[in-house]
């Protein structure tokens, strides 16, 4: 079955950096879309990054410029880098395979000094 699992968070303070992490396992990693979503407190979980199977990518407008999503297919991993980071990038942070639907467990980003 497929199975997401995140790490990487942490507090941090603002302006600081972080990488966040998905290994995946379960199906063909190389040939999927793969995503980064975030849920703050009392907000709806959103999408900040996707990267598709050949390494094109989108952003939210809030990340532009301060994140970069990648995926190393020989590691069935996906990566966020987070740089300058706000203390509105808090939340909860998420892997997604939208061809199954499947979240991974999430790991918690604070940005606060």
């Known amino acids: 079955q497929v199975q997401l699992v995140e790490s990487g968070g942490g507090l941090v303070q603002p302006a600081g950096s972080l990488r966040l992490s998905c290994a995946a396992s379960?199906?063909?990693?190389?040939?999927?879309?793969m995503s980064w979503y975030r849920q703050a407190p009392g907000k709806e979980r959103e999408l900040v990054a996707k990267v598709t199977s050949t390494g094109g990518s989108i952003y939210a407008d809030s990340v532009k410029g301060r994140f970069t999503i990648s995926r190393d297919n020989a590691k069935n991993t996906v990566y966020l880098q987070m740089n300058n980071l706000k203390p509105e990038d808090t939340a909860v942070y998420y892997c997604?395979?939208?061809?199954?639907?499947?979240w991974g467990q999430g790991t918690q980003v604070t940005v606060s000094s």
């Open positions: 379960g199906f063909t990693f190389s040939r999927f879309a």
């Open positions: 997604y395979l939208q061809a199954t639907n499947s």
